[in-house]
Nanobody, 119 residues
Framework: QAQVVESGGGLVQPGGSLRLSCAASGFTFSSFHMSWYRQAPGKERELVASITSNGGATTYAGSVKGRFTISRDNAKNTVYLQMNSLSPEDTAVYYC????????????WGQGTQVTVSS
């Protein structure tokens, strides 16, 4: 029932931009912290960016800080990741995660969307 679905991935040239979307359904989106993770082949999944349930605070991995921006629209049950100045090192499958912390901890993962940065 509860799910998050990523979209917006694709092929982009170095220096280009891409905007990912994650649509949530089946749960109270405004109660969940949201995060973007990425995983390249043969490598560990890493946290890219996070945003609190009300959008009041964000965090970024050092490798993307200043280039990526996470945002959310609780009215649309959607979280976004704006990616600028992309480099080949950003190539990975990008995953959306919803997290509810507290007495009723819940975690939902999306299926991922491929981002390829290549000339």
């Amino acid at each position: 029932q509860a799910q998050v679905v990523e979209s917006g991935g694709g092929l982009v040239q170095p220096g280009g931009s891409l905007r990912l979307s994650c649509a949530a359904s089946g749960f109270t989106f405004s109660s969940f912290h949201m995060s973007w993770y990425r995983q390249a082949p043969g490598k560990e999944r890493e946290l890219v960016a996070s945003i609190t349930s009300n959008g009041g605070a964000t965090t970024y991995a050092g490798s993307v800080k200043g280039r990526f921006t996470i945002s959310r629209d609780n009215a649309k049950n959607t979280v976004y990741l704006q990616m600028n100045s992309l480099s080949p090192e950003d190539t990975a499958v990008y995953y959306c995660r919803a997290l509810l912390m507290g007495w009723n901890l819940r975690e939902y993962w999306g299926q991922g969307t491929q981002v390829t940065v290549s000339s």
